[in-house]
């Protein structure tokens, strides 16, 4: 038996800022990842450092957070048979230019730091980052 797996998406400033967080969310669902949680929610300069603290040494680290605090985001974690590697074939290559035609970084990314969407890269830190967004209670 395949156990359903879950992951974290967040729909960035950018994507907010262009009015499609809608279609995203549906398109997550057309291709059959079940929305267990979803929020709207504008990150403080702290909350953001916190959640990409893995980049902190990284020369993008500090435009990375200042993009991230521009605007609300939404939340959401998502679940279905291989969520973590489904979202990331559906986000496509972090670099837009480099993604395949038809993922969410190509219709909607500008560039490699305003690149619309955020999928976690493993289970690991799929759990790592719902339980940064989301309580038990926030999930159905
Ligand atoms: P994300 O999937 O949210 O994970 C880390 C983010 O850092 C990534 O998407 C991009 O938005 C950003 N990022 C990664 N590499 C670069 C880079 N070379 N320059 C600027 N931003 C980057």
Redesign the pocket.
């Known amino acids: 038996m395949i156990l359903p797996e879950l992951t974290l998406s ?1 729909i ?1 400033p950018d994507a907010v800022q262009k009015g499609v967080a809608g279609q995203i969310i549906g398109r997550f669902e057309s291709e059959g990842l079940r929305v267990v949680a979803c929020k709207k929610l504008w990150l403080t300069t702290a909350q953001a450092r916190a959640f ?1 603290a893995v ?1 902190a040494q ?3 680290y500090e ?2 957070v200042a ?2 605090t521009e605007g609300p985001i939404y939340a959401l974690i998502l679940e279905g048979e291989g969520a973590v590697l489904r979202n990331r074939e559906i ?1 496509g290559a ?2 837009p230019a480099k993604a395949a035609p038809g993922t969410l970084r190509a219709l909607f990314g500008d ?5 619309a ?3 976690s ?1 493993s289970p690991e830190n799929a759990r790592i980052e719902t339980d940064f967004f989301f309580s038990q209670l926030e999930r159905f």
């Open positions: 967040l960035k990409y980049h990284r020369p993008f435009g990375l993009f991230m986000m972090t670099d560039g490699i730091e305003r690149n969407v955020h999928g890269d």
